[in-house]
């Protein structure tokens, strides 16, 4: 079982920056594929972006892309999205999963909100 927590969250304006961090529990964390989604007021949950188990690989949205970083650090537990040069289209909740299996996650965080003001 793993517990994700998601923090970073918050409200900025157009343009700038925020690092969501997402701090899992759990021992096997570093074995876990993990990923960045997003949904927005009265949208479907999209897909921003995810990592392998040991940051070899990296997946992006072609909307986030050359704008947001992945990362973790398997040490700390923790997994990383560095978002740069926001705009308000991304204003949404944040969420992070683990361990996926193929067909869809197995463990989901309860989300952090990221408003951008134009």
């Known amino acids: 079982q793993v517990q994700l927590v998601e923090s970073g969250g918050g409200l900025v304006q157009a343009g700038g920056s925020l690092r969501l961090s997402c701090a899992a529990s759990?021992?096997?964390?570093?074995?876990?594929?993990m990923g960045w989604f997003r949904q927005a007021p009265g949208k479907e949950r999209e897909f921003v972006q995810a990592?392998?188990?040991?940051?070899?690989?990296?997946y992006y949205a072609d909307s986030v892309k050359g704008r947001f970083t992945i990362s973790r650090d398997n040490a700390k537990n923790t997994m990383y999205l560095q978002m740069n040069s926001l705009k308000p289209e991304d204003t949404a909740v944040y969420y992070c999963?683990?361990?996926?299996?193929?067909?869809?996650?197995?463990?989901w965080g309860q989300g952090t909100q990221v408003t951008v003001s134009s």
């Open positions: 999963s683990a361990g996926w299996t193929g067909i869809g996650y197995d463990y």
């Open positions: 759990g021992r096997t964390f570093s074995t876990y594929t």
């Open positions: 990592i392998t188990y040991n940051g070899g690989r990296k």
